[in-house]
């Protein structure tokens, strides 16, 4: 029987013909070849936390989801190999029993490792560059069903094309990751004002491991989260900071959420409650569990990232346009710094920059309030996370990414009968 997928963001929904499970390499590149014999397409879904249109096909969904866990650790080279299907959650878990971590992470846990990996997904911290940086040697199945292992030395320029790949040149099964020991993190939350955080950005970031903060829209205010490595003892607060991050942070919000959908004059209000009442504290606890948090309240969301020196003309003016526009809006902006990677196509190639996400509640207006702030993003030399709105088609893409047009070489070869395309990437990559 057919299955209808939905995105997390409600942003698509596919029912493909065929949703496969397979346990092995093997078996994907075998679903891989017989599509290319028949002339099918195939895609390949993580968690379906994305919401641009990455994975939707009426064709072959492949999901990995039974093909996770860790193949194999050394503590020597500190890496581990592991299972593309793997949800970060559960590698987080495993690596721990190693006294292993991930030297950073994003907000959420719940993604798959090769989905988070595959659009770029990111942290925050002046000394960390996006996940995919972690990947040292890769096993993909080409959109051809070639079984092929990349890494820096085997195959390098495919290699750095397939660290953020969309899912376009063919399935990820296997990675070997580089860990760090693992380590305890001091997590502090707190008010703070937007002329102090972007006035005091770079002293910020250089002061904290990670760093960042989210501005409520007609306020001058922010939460600033403060996050450092710490040997004290776990302090999280225990039944009650959970009963909280339930009860205020997620039903709490979605209750405000709810009334600014239906009241949206009044989102300039919510707006100001919930910065006054911003979570306030400070927490000790094992990185995963510092840098992971509940998302039960479901928005859309679009992030841009900008050069680090242009990042505050950019927000300034988008500060000016909500305020002078009137978005009716009372979900904060998140602002991260992420370091400059050598990927081919990873929004931060070659550059240092700070991310500026934008959300609006599900149900809520958001086409004019997103379309807007995006051409202001573009004035700044914007790029687009991957998994998140945007409307750039190839011409877009290949104005901001050096790289646009030699990674769609690469992928032309290693599909050449265009296999792994639906739709949406045929437009990005200009491949009618
Ligand atoms: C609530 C929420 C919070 C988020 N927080 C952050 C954050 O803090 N930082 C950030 O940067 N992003 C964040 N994101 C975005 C999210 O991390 C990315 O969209 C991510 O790609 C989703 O992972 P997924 O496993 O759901 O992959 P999907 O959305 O299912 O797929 C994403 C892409 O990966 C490809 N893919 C999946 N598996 C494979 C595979 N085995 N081989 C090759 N390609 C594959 C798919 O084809 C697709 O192109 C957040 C999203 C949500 C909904």
């Given at each position: 029987m057919s299955k209808t997928i939905e995105s997390w963001g409600k942003s698509y929904s596919c029912t493909p013909r065929d949703l496969k499970y397979p346990r092995s390499t093997e078996e994907v590149a075998q679903i891989i070849q017989e599509a290319n014999q028949q002339g099918r397409n195939v895609r390949v879904i993580g968690s379906g936390h994305s919401w641009t249109y990455l994975v939707p096909t009426n064709d072959i969904l492949i999901s990995l989801d039974e093909y996770q866990g860790l193949l194999h650790t050394d503590s020597t080279s500190m890496t581990a190999e592991v299972k593309a299907g793997t949800k970060l959650h559960r590698l987080f878990d495993l690596l721990h029993k190693h006294?292993?971590?991930l030297i950073n992470q994003g907000d959420i846990d719940v993604q798959s490792i090769a989905g988070a990996l595959s659009t770029g997904t990111h942290g925050t911290g002046r000394e960390f560059g996006t996940l995919a940086t972690v990947i040292e040697e890769m096993t993909l199945v080409t959109g051809a069903g070639e079984i092929m292992r990349l890494s820096e030395k085997n195959n390098p320029e495919l290699f750095k094309?397939?660290?953020?790949?969309?899912?376009?040149?063919?399935v990820i099964t296997d990675?070997?990751?580089?860990?760090?020991?693992?380590?305890?993190?001091?997590y502090i939350s707190k008010g703070g004002t937007l002329e102090d955080a972007i006035g005091n950005f770079d002293r910020y970031n250089?002061?904290?491991?990670?760093?960042e903060f989210y501005w409520f829209p007609f306020t001058n205010l922010v939460q600033l989260k403060l996050v450092n490595e710490t040997q004290e003892p776990i302090r999280d607060g225990g039944f009650w900071r959970e009963v909280d991050d339930i009860l205020i942070e997620n039903i709490g919000y979605e209750v405000l959420s709810k009334l600014s959908k239906y009241w949206a004059w009044w989102t300039p209000r919510f707006s100001k409650f919930?910065?006054?009442y911003v979570p306030k504290g400070r927490w000790v606890n094992w990185s995963h569990k510092i840098f992971a948090t509940?998302?039960?309240?479901r928005f859309k969301e679009m992030e841009y990232n900008v050069p680090r020196e242009k990042f505050e003309a950019c927000m300034e003016e988008i500060v000016k346009t909500i305020h002078d526009r009137k978005f009716r809006v009372h979900m904060p902006m998140e602002i991260r710094y992420v370091k400059a990677?050598?990927?081919?196509i990873s929004p931060a190639t070659g550059r240092n920059c700070v991310y500026m996400a934008v959300h609006q509640y599900l149900g809520m207006e958001y086409e004019d309030y997103f379309k807007t702030l995006e051409q202001i993003f573009?004035?700044?030399?914007?790029?687009?996370h991957f998994g998140k709105m945007n409307t750039l088609d190839y011409e877009g893409f290949k104005r901001i990414h050096p790289n646009w047009d030699r990674f769609i070489a690469l992928r032309n070869q290693v599909d050449p009968n265009q296999t792994m395309l639906n739709d949406y990437l045929k437009k990005i990559f200009n491949l009618q």
């Open positions: 006294d292993m971590a094309a397939a660290q953020v790949s969309l899912g376009a040149l063919g990675m070997k990751i580089k860990t760090v020991k693992s380590f305890k993190l001091e250089a002061d904290n491991r990670n760093f919930s910065a006054k509940k998302r039960w309240v990677d050598d990927i081919m573009w004035k700044y030399e914007g790029r687009p």
